[in-house]
């Protein structure tokens, strides 16, 4: 049972590359999500999915895209990477039958 | 608006003492409340969650209190250890579906020997 891991640890990118996040959870959870960490901000959701096929707007989802094929996997696209969205990235899950969130390790990715 | 306020913004003591830190919040209507530690480079793990009929939750050497009247609550950590290092951060959630997930920007403490 490894929970929530994310794909990649690190990455660098230059202005205007694309990418894409990936999130994988073995707990059978109904919810994900995505959240970005910043320094004295804390963390912040950028879009969030209550199930297969669905997915839904955060707080800050400018220049973000999601999809949510599977259930187990929640992907997080970058189209065309800015300096602002240097980040750590933070997956998380939950069920709705329990009120804890359970989080990966996070991806540190820094754009130039 | 819905908001979490965490206090002191940093933390630093002795090791083997005693520390309380705060959460104050605004999240109308309330669903739970809940304690993350965040170790430097990881995700944040759960340490205690606490709905509106409890008033103290506790984990090992730490405890949580809630006030659901005053929207206050606090965690108390006994006896602190080098390990206690990290970033605590206070996250309530709203109703009704109880995924509005308001998170506070966090404490960092620093133990020291």
């Known amino acids: 049972n490894a929970g929530v891991t994310q794909t990649p640890k690190f990455r660098v990118l230059k202005t205007g590359q694309s990418m894409t996040l990936l999130c994988a959870q073995d707990?059978?959870?109904?919810?994900m999500y995505w959240y970005r960490q910043d320094p004295g901000m804390g963390l912040r959701l950028i879009h969030y999915?209550?199930?297969?096929?669905?997915?839904a707007k955060g707080e800050v989802p400018d220049g973000y895209n999601v999809s949510r094929l599977k259930k187990q996997n929640f992907l997080l696209g970058l189209e065309s990477a800015a300096p602002s969205q240097t980040s750590v990235y933070f997956c998380?899950?939950?069920?709705?039958?329990?009120?804890?969130?359970?989080f990966g390790p996070g991806t540190r990715l820094t754009v130039t | 608006k819905n908001q979490v306020e965490q206090s002191p913004q940093s933390l630093i003591i002795l090791e083997g003492k005693n520390c309380t830190l705060q959460?104050?919040?605004?999240?109308?209507?309330?669903?739970?409340l809940r304690w993350y530690k965040q170790d430097t480079g990881r995700g944040p793990v759960s340490l205690t969650i606490?709905?509106?009929?409890?008033n103290t939750k506790s984990n090992g050497r730490y405890t949580a209190t809630l006030d659901a009247d005053t929207k206050q609550s606090s965690l108390h950590i006994t006896a602190s250890q080098l390990s206690d290092s990290a970033s605590y951060i206070c996250?309530?959630?709203?109703?009704?579906?109880?995924?509005?997930?308001?998170f506070g920007t966090g404490t960092s403490l620093t133990v020291i020997p």
């Open positions: 998380a899950s939950s069920s709705p039958r329990e009120y804890e969130q359970y």
């Open positions: 707990m059978n959870h109904e919810y």
């Open positions: 999915s209550v199930g297969e096929g669905t997915t």
């Open positions: 959460c104050n919040y605004t999240v109308s209507p309330f669903s739970n």
């Open positions: 606490m709905t509106f009929s409890e």
């Open positions: 996250v309530v959630s709203g109703f009704p579906t109880g995924n509005q997930f308001y």
